[in-house]
């Protein structure tokens, strides 16, 4: 134990004192202030969301020049079996937001690495877990009623992409572990470079000398691992001389409490990012026709790169919101809360009326077909009020993450989405006779419900036995560590 951990305080220090200072600056500067702080986790997260998320899109390009076999194939291995793990370790990593945000906002900058080091551990561990679903691809693919072909090609593209998903327990543990010391800057160069040199290589290797699909995963990986290694050495290399002091055998301490709340994560955001593209299943296995498919498609495609701003936002809250809470300040995670709510749904409003004004224009951007192209009009409202509501909800997650609640958000989202939503959308569509629309329209009542569950939780929450409660466990964490 480290000789500072003795002199702790056993009361959050900002209760009184700091609560009262707060309210006498003026709520316009407050509001600049925590603005400037969300944006400054929420941009660079924004940014290397959307880049990280374009490099599958690069690769599947590239591919399309080769053989339509291969793009099958790689678009299978990067959208179906890598977004299966990629949810599930991103959830997992997700529980560094709740105890590295509470630890620093606590001041306790030594327990920050050691969470992280906790974080591999488990990552790693459930990384080996999803392993058979690379190494058996293409059984489970052929089971799935692949072509034999694609399912053959797409499992040896499988078994090259391992290095990728092995990337993801180290890239999404570390941003989160900069994230919560606002280290953001760092996060939204390193991805950057990333994409750009993602973009030269497979130029380079696939497109001129046409190195083949295994060649394209290959690129995949090496990209993603510039990425960790970009990251791992700002942060081993003087980045963080507060929160990083080296490698410790702590880490293997308290690796149950640390997995439970790894799991909960994982289940809660699994179960979220997953929700809509079981739409485009449902809908497939319901027999719609092709159009509606591919409308359906379209819009999910949109949706997908709009949610990460959403996303963005739901890392800032819960960062926000654990800061405060770890330094005993509840006024502090309201007023984030209220701050990040606000911004979130102006930005999701501004979208709503570019996808009522301009449906036609989104959807020419991946058709010409007509027919795709007026049903996609048809879908646009259901677009928007999706978009809008999941501008709304992700700030609820980043509260729940904020405040360690993952458990209870789990149960709500596996209620709200898959005994409330899917099923509903289901009657509206194949025994109502609504169609696609009633199928969206049903799961999207799924999203309604559980957003004004979560905001009913935040609500009636007591956020001053939130804000002791969280100081008092990141100090008998320190203490005992």
Not at 337 to 348: A, E, N, P, R
Not at 469 to 480: G, P
């Amino acid at each position: 134990m480290e000789e500072h951990n003795h002199q702790l305080p056993l009361l959050p220090p900002t209760t009184g004192h700091h609560e009262e200072q707060q309210e006498e600056v003026s709520i316009i500067k407050r509001t600049w202030i925590e603005s400037n702080k969300i944006w400054k986790i929420a941009g660079p997260s924004i940014f290397s969301r959307l880049s990280l998320y374009s490099l599958a899109v690069i690769t599947q390009s590239f591919a399309g020049h080769l053989d339509d076999t291969d793009l099958a194939a790689i678009s299978i291995a990067t959208t179906v079996i890598t977004s299966i793990t990629f949810g599930f370790l991103l959830g997992m990593a997700s529980a560094l937001e709740t105890l590295c945000g509470q630890a620093y906002g606590a001041k306790q900058y030594h327990m920050l690495g050691i969470y992280l080091q906790r974080s591999w551990v488990v990552l790693l561990i459930g990384s080996v877990l999803l392993l058979p679903l690379f190494i058996f691809a293409t059984p489970i693919l052929k089971l799935t009623g692949q072509p034999v072909e694609v399912a053959e090609l797409a499992g040896t593209v499988a078994i090259w992409l391992i290095p990728m998903h092995m990337s993801f327990v180290f890239q999404f543990s570390l941003v989160r572990f900069l994230q919560c010391q606002l280290k953001t800057a760092v996060i939204g160069w390193v991805s950057g470079l990333a994409l750009v040199l993602h973009l030269v290589v497979n130029w380079f290797f696939v497109y001129k000398y046409e190195f083949g699909v295994v060649g394209a995963a290959i690129m995949l990986d090496v990209s993603w691992w510039v990425s960790v290694l970009g990251l791992f050495v700002y942060v081993v290399f003087g980045g963080c001389r507060e929160s990083w002091n080296g490698l410790s055998m702590q880490a293997f301490s308290g690796l149950w409490e640390f997995f439970k709340l790894s799991a909960a994560s994982s289940v809660m955001l699994a179960l979220e990012s997953f929700y809509y593209r079981v739409l485009v299943i449902v809908a497939g296995s319901l027999g719609n026709t092709e159009i509606d498919i591919d409308a359906l498609s379209i819009c999910i495609t949109s949706y997908g790169w709009e949610i990460m701003i959403p996303y963005g936002f739901l890392a800032a809250t819960g960062v926000r919101v654990a800061n405060e809470l770890g330094a005993g300040n509840a006024k502090g995670a309201i007023f984030a809360t209220k701050i990040s709510l606000l911004t979130s749904i102006l930005i999701g409003l501004f979208f709503c009326a570019i996808i009522v004004a301009f449906p036609d224009k989104l959807a020419m951007i991946f058709t010409s077909n007509t027919t795709v192209i007026s049903m996609v009009n048809e879908l646009s409202v259901l677009l928007s009020l999706t978009v809008l509501f999941s501008c709304i909800q992700p700030v609820f997650t980043g509260v729940a993450l904020g405040c360690g609640w993952q458990s209870q958000v789990a149960i709500v989202n596996l209620g709200s989405y898959y005994v409330i939503g899917v099923p509903l959308g289901v009657i509206l569509e194949k025994f109502l006779g609504f169609g696609i629309k009633g199928l969206w329209a049903g799961m999207l009542g799924g999203t309604v419900v559980q957003t004004l569950i979560l905001a009913i939780i935040t609500i009636r929450c007591d956020w001053n036995k939130q804000a002791k409660e969280a100081y008092s466990r990141v100090v008998n964490r320190a203490i005992s560590s």
